[in-house]
């Protein structure tokens, strides 16, 4: 058995102990062993079972009466004032309730992680192995979490040779695994405190790494003995986000207890859904086929049949656009755009025939780049690769190409048929949709490929959620199907949305991506949340087919909607908009039919 020696001096896993002799500074909570006196099986006991702090009479109390959940709602209470130094108060808890809120073993552990006091957290963690009978393999855990504690704090404060034989004497006894000692070994080579802690991805000495070093302490402890850290306010989050999830018209970005009251249940109208037009667009001369936000939310740009590619600077605060650029792109429209993910750059192009990919650099409109391999070449569709550098790009006609952001063309792919491109976060896998009615995955780098889905009806268009765990896909003559892509199964059809054999642009978007919109040929704007078939909302006010949709990526409350009828409408809450005119048109003509 290893000797304390003014330090944590722990025996090897596998030796005895006599775990109620030779401990300095602790007491036997239970005078003996068993339950320690305050808990017992995870209840709150009498006071009248505790003797008193000066040894005197001891009192009776209510704690008999309560039930076990009331006991339990009491200490999470008491751990919540703690927490927020009302001390006094939860003495007083305690005494009127009769119960003890912290067994004073765990409280006592507590207070000496808190303070550093290693040799008694020694103390402290083998009386509670006597108590509950903590496995060895769990006792070996506990002690390596407070021994690299301790040994850090020697680093820091400059006690390498006292470092060094913690390590020796205590540590290596305990017999970690031999990636964890060269680890520990390598932080006695830092010339500062700073490198250790850098090195380490430790916060330092104090009650910051103290704390968290309790909190994984206290996974091996039962709640019955210590409260897990935090307990009433994880339950509050749960509780919240339960609401949160039920909500079928939440668009908030913060976290639940953010944007909710404790004291009403939660429940947002469509006042705070982007149901109202904000602003209506009318720079194109014709039918507006495409619109896409910025990654960064902070732009937009919209593409129509006259060529035009017109860029909008974003007004967060109004929900509006100004107009930045008009750009001439392709002559036969603008079917497609494409953001770089850095936002710095737009990939256009044309419809169905069109020979070329333009690339334009958004902040000071010129255009940067033109791919065009041969006249005969159709080049529909486009996406990035995430690191802005590289993009692909293909069509209907069985073009299919990887090109650097230069616009030079690095690896082709012969005979897929594209109508859809999107472009994974691995930066490797790109997901086609093609004209067999499928997905599949590619690889340009090994040219390998796999299926991903396949439907029964021609794909018109798809798009996948920020997880890439969801593609949205819009199927001729069958609307809008919602497919989960590591399952690779169908999940939903949403129902009400009119299409044929137009192509149809829909997005995810709102908050946590909870909600799915499309355009439809009945020249509605339709809105689903992921966990319905059913529509929550119809955006009324365009006048022929909607064409495409997209949501603000970091504006939860701001849609547009782009359509023949050649404008582009912008979508935000009523409760945002404060009864405003926009474009000499009040908002209350654009009302939503939920």
């Known amino acids: 058995m290893q000797t304390n020696g003014g330090g944590l001096g722990y025996p090897a896993p596998e030796d005895d102990f006599d775990h109620h002799s030779g401990m300095d500074g602790v007491d036997d909570c239970d005078g003996g062993g068993g339950v320690p006196n305050g808990v017992s099986n995870g209840e709150c006991v009498p006071a009248a079972a505790v003797s008193s702090p000066d040894g005197g009479t001891v009192v009776e109390t209510k704690a008999s009466m309560l039930t076990r959940s009331q006991q339990e709602v009491i200490?999470?209470?008491?751990?919540?004032?703690?927490?927020?130094?009302?001390?006094?108060?939860?003495?007083?808890?305690?005494?009127?309730?009769?119960?003890?809120?912290?067994?004073?073993?765990?409280?006592?552990?507590?207070?000496?992680?808190?303070?550093?006091?290693?040799?008694?957290?020694?103390?402290?963690?083998?009386?509670?192995?006597?108590?509950?009978?903590?496995?060895?393999?769990?006792?070996?855990?506990?002690?390596?979490?407070?021994?690299?504690?301790k040994y850090l704090e020697m680093l820091e404060d400059g006690k390498a040779h006292e470092a060094l034989d913690c390590l020796r004497k205590h540590v290596t006894p305990l017999k970690p695994n031999n990636e964890k000692v060269r680890q520990l070994t390598s932080y006695l080579m830092c010339s500062s405190s700073e490198d250790v802690?850098?090195?380490?991805?430790?916060?330092?000495?104090?009650?910051?790494?103290?704390?968290?070093?309790?909190?994984?302490l206290q996974a091996f402890l039962p709640s019955s003995l210590m409260v897990p850290p935090q307990r009433l306010m994880t339950l509050l989050n749960q509780a919240a986000q339960?609401?949160?999830?039920?909500?079928?018209?939440?668009?908030?970005?913060?976290?639940?207890?953010?944007?909710?009251?404790?004291?009403?249940?939660?429940?947002?109208?469509?006042?705070?859904?982007?149901?109202?037009?904000?602003?209506?667009?009318?720079?194109?001369?014709?039918?507006?086929?495409?619109?896409?936000?910025?990654?960064?939310?902070?732009?937009?740009?919209?593409?129509?049949?006259?060529?035009?590619?017109?860029?909008?600077?974003?007004?967060?605060?109004?929900?509006?656009?100004?107009?930045?650029?008009?750009?001439?792109?392709?002559?036969?429209?603008?079917?497609?755009?494409?953001?770089?993910?850095?936002?710095?750059?737009?990939?256009?192009?044309?419809?169905?025939?069109?020979?070329?990919?333009?690339?334009?650099?958004?902040?000071?409109?010129?255009?940067?780049?033109?791919?065009?391999?041969?006249?005969?070449?159709?080049l529909t569709t486009a996406s990035w690769h995430r690191d802005s550098s590289r993009f692909v790009a293909g069509g209907t006609k069985g073009h299919?190409?990887?090109?650097?952001?230069?616009?030079?063309?690095?690896?082709?792919?012969?005979?897929?048929?594209?109508?859809?491109?999107?472009?994974l976060s691995d930066d490797r896998t790109v997901l086609a949709a093609d004209s067999h009615h499928r997905i599949r995955a590619y690889n340009f780098e090994d040219h390998t490929d796999f299926e991903i889905l396949q439907e029964h009806y021609p794909i018109m268009s798809f798009t996948v959620n920020e997880s890439e765990q969801r593609a949205l896909i819009n199927i001729a003559t069958q609307g809008v199907h919602l497919w989960d892509l590591p399952s690779k199964s169908l999940v939903r059809k949403f129902i009400g949305v009119t299409q044929t054999f137009y192509t149809i642009h829909s997005c995810f978007g709102g908050f946590n991506e909870n909600f799915v919109a499309s355009g439809s040929e009945d020249c509605l704007v339709y809105i689903w949340h992921v966990k319905g078939e059913e529509s929550i909302a119809k955006l009324e006010g365009h006048t022929r087919t909607v064409n495409c949709v997209h949501w603000n990526p970091t504006l939860p409350g701001m849609l547009a909607s782009a359509s023949d009828d050649g404008t582009v409408r912008i979508w935000a809450p009523e409760s945002t908009l404060s009864s405003r005119i926009v474009d000499g048109m009040q908002e209350s003509e654009d009302q939503t039919q939920l």
């Open 400 to 423: 299919f190409y990887q090109c650097n952001v230069d616009g030079n063309v690095v690896a082709t792919w012969e005979g897929i048929r594209v109508q859809g491109l999107v472009c």
């Open 242 to 378: 339960r609401q949160v999830d039920q909500c079928m018209f939440h668009c908030y970005s913060d976290s639940p207890l953010d944007s909710m009251s404790l004291l009403t249940d939660h429940v947002c109208s469509k006042e705070q859904f982007p149901c109202v037009t904000a602003q209506i667009l009318t720079d194109s001369t014709e039918d507006v086929w495409f619109c896409r936000f910025s990654p960064d939310g902070a732009k937009f740009a919209t593409g129509a049949k006259d060529g035009s590619l017109i860029i909008y600077d974003v007004d967060k605060e109004s929900y509006t656009m100004k107009k930045k650029h008009t750009l001439a792109g392709q002559n036969n429209g603008i079917a497609h755009i494409s953001w770089s993910p850095d936002s710095a750059y737009i990939l256009t192009c044309g419809p169905e025939g069109s020979s070329e990919v333009i690339i334009w650099n958004v902040e000071t409109g010129q255009q940067k780049t033109k791919v065009m391999q041969a006249n005969d070449d159709s």
């Open 75 to 149: 200490r999470l209470i008491g751990q919540f004032l703690r927490n927020l130094g009302l001390n006094r108060t939860v003495e007083q808890l305690a005494t009127e309730s009769g119960c003890i809120l912290e067994d004073p073993t765990a409280s006592q552990l507590r207070q000496h992680v808190m303070d550093g006091k290693w040799e008694k957290v020694d103390s402290d963690i083998l009386q509670l192995q006597s108590i509950l009978s903590v496995s060895s393999e769990n006792l070996t855990e506990m002690r390596l979490l407070i021994l690299e504690q």
């Open 197 to 216: 802690r850098r090195l380490a991805k430790w916060s330092g000495k104090g009650a910051a790494s103290r704390g968290k070093l309790l909190e994984s």
